[in-house]
């Protein structure tokens, strides 16, 4: 495996469109950080949860696997208030359907960095 490749799917991962930055595709990375990032921002206004890592129910578990994809905004769930979800909030599930979706659809634009950085895709 190439030492860019890596690179690239852990900065994508990361922070979204940043391993497309990373391989100089300038527009591209732009555009998938700005969607995202407008995603989980949505999400988090919404009331969406975060949801920390809990083996015991099998849809709490996949859950964490999606919002995991959020790279940065997960670490940071960890130390200031934000994904705590709020109940009481009508939209709470959309936004954190919302704040799933982003996780997923991370983990697609880290892999389409990795691909590229392998010379696999243009």
Known sequence: MKKK???AIILGWF??????IYLRRYWRGLVFLI????MALM???????IYPLQADNPLTF???LSDLGNGLLYILSWFLPVGTGE???????FGTAYLAGAGLL????????WDIARGKKQ
């Open 35 to 38: 969607a995202i990032a407008l």
């Open 62 to 64: 996949l859950a964490f």
């Open 15 to 20: 922070i979204p469109g940043l391993g497309h």
């Open 87 to 93: 109940l009481e909030r009508l939209s709470f599930e």
């Open 43 to 49: 999400g988090l206004v919404m009331g969406g949860k």
């Open 106 to 113: 991370n983990y697609l634009v880290a892999l389409d960095a």
């Open 5 to 7: 490749a890596l690179t």
